[in-house]
């Protein structure tokens, strides 16, 4: 059987999963009569609440004398390391890129990294059955990004005859006529069995080199080793070299070999150079180790990602309500959270400091973190989260700081509104174009400082209809203190459960993020101010019963509601001297400085 890996990239939200979804219908892997769920890839519960791709997952099909190994990807900015590790295990990559919006941040990224590897590209223009479609123009754009990376990246012999294919995901066609609206994916699949993607079958007979670009937990199995054989040939049951980080070979039992096969594994007795595996056998196993034979031990280069560009401060839970929701409570438990995460991705890092209780960790965005911490919450884990700060550098004695280049698709009525906004987060406007009818592309060069918090309001100031896609550019002049929020905070001043008299007298105060019946403590923020400074407030006073009593005297409390409280929203929202308190029941927002006497109220 012969053997191709191929991975199927893009941006956010252009149709990878959906795409993968009809390939393996279409490669007839499931029986008629076999119901599939739709996203079938997204297997996690974060991804199919939030209906993006968090983690890289393969899968394989047969398609005529072909076996294929097929890697879907995430999409977003912050997952890049996913699409970093991925890129190791193949030798070809699928780019989707929407019909209407083109190529954005993201394939930018995913192209250059694929370029500086040698690794062949096609492009399938998807989403070709929209109104808005404009394929000719986005070809030529993904074609003038090409030449732009391949000038960047130096390399001279890069195969720029890349064939293009147009095509709905959705509706399962594909064909490289840009005119046709119907049919089905076979060309595409004819195409990945042709000679454009390059056979994985390497040398079988070599020295056996195995790079782990993934992990896995299985209670049966314990720690799960994903990766591709470089060369050689791997056999279960028998002894070889493992080489960490140290650099120190150190003999290990390899147990099962697993090989994908459709959404699921298949126990081999060996398996080949090119081949995808799942090994078990080693539970300090790291993702750039090498597992190598026993008489000639050689370690493959480790994998390097991009480095983090954000910090977070994370504690265990010091609120006065601490215990009574969680089951995890200690430093040591939290330590082995954060480990276990930065195990299973390579673009994490975390370090302790001088407070035994609060630990730090690096990613690569807002949205990493908050994924991070929500699958702790799950777990039932209580901490405190702090404001994600950038991560700046020394230079010649000069502070720098990160930038992105960010990339807004706005109606044309928000155009003022967003650059209003990114004047105040000192972003550089680069360009501003229209696309279509009513919409611009808007592409500033801001400091990721300014990036923080934004998300939330860019949807409020374009009304839900915007999209908004960054990309790590660099280091760049530090631009000296940015406010982080306008508005101070309503800080609760004792502890007790909210009334509704209480909330409804203080109305005017700001905008609540309370409910009636709710527990709070003193130094817990339970609103916005309408102005800078904080206000401290009772919002347990009851109403007193009075003696008289007259017919109408009674008001109806109406309340107006109150915005959901996830992890995004709060880690936007707060400034430098408060605490996301996280818990498995309640997102809530406090002051670190818990006693109203001991803080200021002036920002």
């Not at 454009?196 to 782990?212: H, I, K, M, R, W």
Request: glycine content about 8%.
């Amino acid at each position: 059987m012969h053997l191709k890996n191929i991975a199927v990239v893009a941006h956010v939200d252009h149709g990878k999963t959906t795409l993968v979804d009809e390939l393996l219908k279409q490669s007839g892997l499931f029986a008629e009569h076999e119901t599939v769920s739709e996203r079938v890839m997204d297997s996690g519960e974060l991804e199919k609440e939030r209906g993006i791709t968090i983690t890289a997952k393969n899968c394989a099909f047969r398609w005529k004398d072909y076996k294929i190994n097929l890697l879907d990807t995430p999409g977003h900015a912050d997952f890049g390391g996913e699409v970093e590790r991925s890129l190791m295990m193949v030798d070809g990559i699928l780019l989707l890129v929407d019909a209407a919006e083109g190529p954005l941040p993201q394939t930018r990224f995913v192209l250059q990294k694929a370029i500086e590897q040698k690794i062949k590209i096609a492009v399938m223009i998807n989403k070709i059955d929209r109104q808005d479609e404009r394929h000719e123009e986005v070809q030529t754009e993904i074609e003038d990004l090409l030449l732009e990376l391949v000038d960047i990246s130096g390399i001279d012999d890069f195969d720029l005859d890349i064939p293009f294919f147009f095509g709905a995901g959705r509706d399962g066609y594909a064909s490289d006529d840009p005119t046709s609206r119907e049919g089905t994916l076979q060309p595409l699949l004819d195409f990945f069995i042709g000679p454009y993607f390059p056979e994985a079958n390497l040398d079988p007979s070599g020295n056996l080199q195995l790079l782990v670009s993934n992990l896995d937990y299985s209670k049966y199995l314990g720690t799960l080793m994903i990766g591709r054989i470089s060369s050689g040939t791997l056999h279960e049951n028998k002894p070889y070299m493992w080489i960490g980080k140290s650099g120190k070979p150190k003999q290990i039992r390899i147990g099962k070999i697993q090989i994908f096969d459709g959404l699921g594994f298949t126990d081999v007795p060996s398996a080949e150079a090119g081949e995808i595996v799942i090994l078990s056998g080693h539970d300090d196993a790291n993702i750039g180790d090498t597992i190598t034979s026993m008489d000639k031990p050689e370690a493959l280069p480790r994998i390097e990602v991009d480095p983090p560009t954000v910090s977070v401060q994370v504690s265990v839970s010091t609120s006065p309500l601490s215990g009574q929701e969680g089951e995890y409570l200690t430093s040591r438990k939290l330590e082995e959270f954060l480990f276990e995460a930065v195990r299973k991705n390579v673009s994490l890092q975390y370090e302790a400091t001088d407070d035994p209780k609060v630990f730090v960790l690096k990613a690569r965005g807002e949205l990493q973190v908050a994924i991070v911490f929500e699958e702790i919450r799950r777990a039932g884990f209580e901490l405190m989260i702090a404001r994600p700060q950038v991560l700046l550098k020394e230079v010649d004695g000069k502070t720098q700081e990160p930038y992105e280049k960010v990339v807004f698709d706005v109606p044309n009525e928000s155009t003022g509104a967003v650059t209003e906004a990114m004047g105040n987060r000192k972003g550089l406007m680069e360009a501003l174009t229209p696309i279509g009818e009513g919409r611009t592309r808007i592409e500033f060069k801001v400091p990721s400082r300014g990036l923080i918090g934004y998300r939330s309001k860019f949807l409020t100031d374009t009304k839900g209809e915007g999209l908004m896609s960054s990309y790590f550019l660099g280091y760049g002049e530090y631009v000296g203190k940015m406010l982080a929020r306008t508005n101070g905070a309503l800080v609760s001043d004792k502890a007790g459960k909210t009334t509704p008299y209480a909330l409804f007298n203080v109305l005017s105060s700001g905008t609540q993020f309370v409910k009636p019946g709710e527990k709070v403590y003193e130094g817990m923020v339970v609103g916005e101010h309408t102005r800078p400074n904080d206000l401290i407030l009772n919002v347990c006073r009851e109403k007193h019963l009075s003696s008289v009593r007259t017919a109408g005297k009674d008001e109806n409390i109406i309340l107006p509601p109150t915005p959901a409280r996830n992890l995004e929203w709060a880690l936007d929202w707060i400034d430098d001297d408060e605490w996301v308190e996280v818990t498995p029941e309640n997102i809530r927002i406090r002051k670190k400085i818990l006693e109203n006497n001991l803080r200021s109220v002036k920002r």
